[in-house]
């Protein structure tokens, strides 16, 4: 799926899904976003820095305009 950042933000991240840095950018702009094994949605910076939210984080940042989704 793609979503879409409304506004720059500043989010806990992991580095290629071992270490998590406290934050990292995100800057306004279209993101891809998957879907985890674990049932977590990964909102993907680069190649090597992951977000990851539960249904109901990322549905708040839905329902705040903070994330929309583009294309599902």
């Known amino acids: 799926m ?3 950042i409304t506004k720059s933000l ?3 991240a992991q580095i290629q899904e071992t ?3 406290p ?3 995100f800057p306004e702009g279209e993101y ?3 879907l985890t094994p674990e049932g ?3 909102v993907i910076n680069t190649k090597k820095i992951k977000a990851l939210f539960s249904f109901s984080q990322f549905r708040e940042k839905v329902s ?3 994330f929309v989704v ?3």
Request: hydrophobic residues 45%; negative net charge; glycine residues 4%.
């Open 23 to 25: 934050e990292a950018l």
């Open 32 to 34: 891809l976003a998957n």
């Open 40 to 42: 977590k949605i990964e």
């Open 2 to 4: 793609r979503i879409k």
């Open 10 to 12: 500043v989010l806990s």
């Open 70 to 72: 583009v294309e599902a």
């Open 64 to 66: 705040q305009g903070d």
């Open 19 to 21: 270490e998590t840095i």
